[in-house]
């Protein structure tokens, strides 16, 4: 079991070694280019009535975000019926994207971000397609990332949208940005990638460039259907590969925190909530990527029980996952991915928030519900720290939520039997 552990904080180690090597690169080399780049000579703006013909979205880094930005996708299909929209992500995101009808498959530009060497030639030949489709406006959706900002300006796009930090304390990213739009640290993300849409107008003018009424504007999750016979097929190999599953009705757990552990609940909360959950007649799957498997392996070894099983990597595709919720009843979540993709479906899902905040980051789905404590230091992982929380790793606000709230809002929303037995244990 210690070695088990130390593997693990090995690799959360090397998560972070990558991730705080990608934001030095961002902002040493990235201030550098971006203070170059924007010495060049500008562009003439567009004339009043100008429409876009190949719009491109950059949009590289969670899945997460693909899922909240449908919204701006839809919007840009209505108010630009005749235009290209194409898309620039990291390859890794590819699949999350294809489930949507947003953007045709053959319109989306993607670059590895797995080693140096792929991401370098990547972005030489993400460059020159754009070039060669004849991009003329850009919209940059990442917080303040550097390298979405320069892609936008080599894309040869001569209208580029891209959120600025006006008079706001914010990260440099050049003044080649010619469409700016005010970060709003107090609005959803999904609104604002609406209000990064409405910047393609070039009749706007003023600053901040798009002043527009965003209070009581609906968001949407769209719903992904799924076959009947695809569900029924994915059943009968998840009962056939683990027969506790049965009769029972299946709650899910995603106790991960991918590149960001400290958006992780703590384990033995976890457990807690597994352990009730099966005393209350509910088979448990932990799911996460195959990189997960120890902290799953950990929670079933804790409960002991046939209704417990670690679902890590079983879904090899995001479809499958998607369909694995359609026959689930209900999932409990960090902060991530699986709580966006469950607002795809008909399951509930619990979505647990604290070094970020579901006021800018929540789900958009009806049936999906954030729990978040509110500590006077969350969240910490803001636009404007490249999310590198100043916290010592003892996530208070999340341990703050406690296993007898999650239970409770859980057996609510699972139509819970008679008797349920509620506990911190």
Not at 170 to 186: D, E
Not at 207 to 216: E, I, Q, S
Not at 237 to 246: C, I, K, S, Y
Not at 333 to 343: I, L, R, V, Y
């Amino acid at each position: 079991m210690a070695a088990k552990r130390s593997s693990v904080v090995t690799n959360f180690g090397a998560l972070k070694l990558k991730v705080d090597i990608q934001r030095r690169i961002d902002r040493i080399a990235g201030q550098i280019i971006c203070g170059i780049l924007s010495l060049v000579p500008r562009y003439k703006p567009h004339p009043r009535g100008y429409v876009p013909r190949n719009i491109l979205v950059i949009m590289l880094s969670e899945m997460g975000s693909l899922v909240l930005a449908q919204p701006m996708f839809s919007f840009l299909s209505e108010r630009y019926p005749h235009a290209r929209i194409y898309a620039l992500l990291f390859q890794r995101n590819r699949e999350c994207l294809e489930l949507f009808d947003s953007v045709p498959s053959e319109h989306i530009l993607t670059i590895r971000d797995d080693s140096f060497q792929a991401l370098t030639g990547d972005v030489i030949r993400a460059i020159l397609r754009m070039r060669a489709i004849g991009v003329d406006a850009v919209i940059d959706c990442e917080l303040f990332s550097r390298i979405s900002s320069i892609l936008s300006f080599l894309s040869g796009a001569k209208l580029r949208v891209g959120f600025h930090p006006h008079t706001q304390e914010g990260l440099y990213r050049g003044s080649f940005i010619n469409r700016p739009v005010l970060y709003n640290p107090y609005h959803h993300i999904s609104t604002q990638f609406i209000t990064l849409a409405y910047a393609l107008n070039p009749a706007l003018g003023g600053a901040p460039t798009v002043k527009r009424k965003v209070r009581g504007e609906a968001l949407f999750s769209p719903r992904l259907t799924i076959a009947p016979e695809a569900i029924e097929s994915f059943r009968d190999r998840l009962t056939r590969d683990f027969p506790g599953v049965g009769a029972r009705k299946l709650a899910l757990l995603y106790p991960g925190g991918g590149l960001l552990p400290i958006r992780a609940w703590p384990e033995e909360n976890f457990s807690a909530v597994a352990r009730d959950l099966i005393r209350n007649g509910y088979a448990v799957g932990i799911i996460g990527l195959k990189g997960d498997n120890a902290v799953a392996a950990r929670i079933v070894s804790r409960i002991s029980a046939a209704d417990c099983f670690d679902l890590t990597g079983y879904t090899r595709t995001l479809r499958e996952l998607i369909t694995l919720f359609h026959l689930a009843a209900l999932l409990i979540t960090n902060d991530g991915g699986p709580g966006h993709f469950a607002s795809l479906t008909p399951m509930p899902a619990i979505v647990l928030f604290g070094p970020e905040t579901p006021v800018l980051y929540g789900p958009i789905g009806k049936q999906t519900l954030s729990l978040y404590a509110g500590l006077s230091c969350s969240p910490c992982l803001t636009a404007y720290n490249h999310r590198n929380s100043p916290c010592d790793g003892n996530n208070v606000c999340l341990k703050a939520i406690s296993p007898k709230m999650v239970l409770r809002e859980a057996y609510r929303l699972l139509a819970p039997p008679s008797e349920t037995s509620v506990s911190d244990g």
